[in-house]
């Protein structure tokens, strides 16, 4: 396929102008939930505007977790509970 220079150049400033857009979307989304950093849920955020693709990208992440390990799931969030409760103790020996 031929395209000429200047097609070219326009193409790839109007794709670097989107993805700056949406990075600021992103990260827009992450701040509002109170977080530092993006997730996935905030990608799906972002595409809500085209029904396809936000099908697509859920359907992506259903099928990760799903493939995730149970026990995986489980040791995460355990091992939120014990650096929790290491925490605390460590606090309460300090009084």
């Not at 070219?8 to 827009?28: G, P, T």
Request: net charge positive; aromatic share 4%; glycine share 2%.
């Amino acid at each position: 396929m031929q395209a000429s220079e200047s097609i070219v150049a326009c193409i790839s400033n109007l794709a670097f102008n989107y993805a700056e857009h949406l990075a600021k979307d992103l990260e827009l989304f992450a701040h509002h939930a109170g977080r530092k950093l993006v997730n996935t849920e905030d990608v799906i955020l972002a595409a809500h505007r085209n029904e396809n693709l936000s099908l697509s990208l859920r359907t992506f992440c259903n099928d990760l977790k799903a493939k995730e390990p149970q026990s995986e799931r489980k040791r995460k969030k355990a091992s939120r509970k014990e650096d929790k409760a290491t925490t605390s103790a460590l606090e309460t020996a300090d009084l």
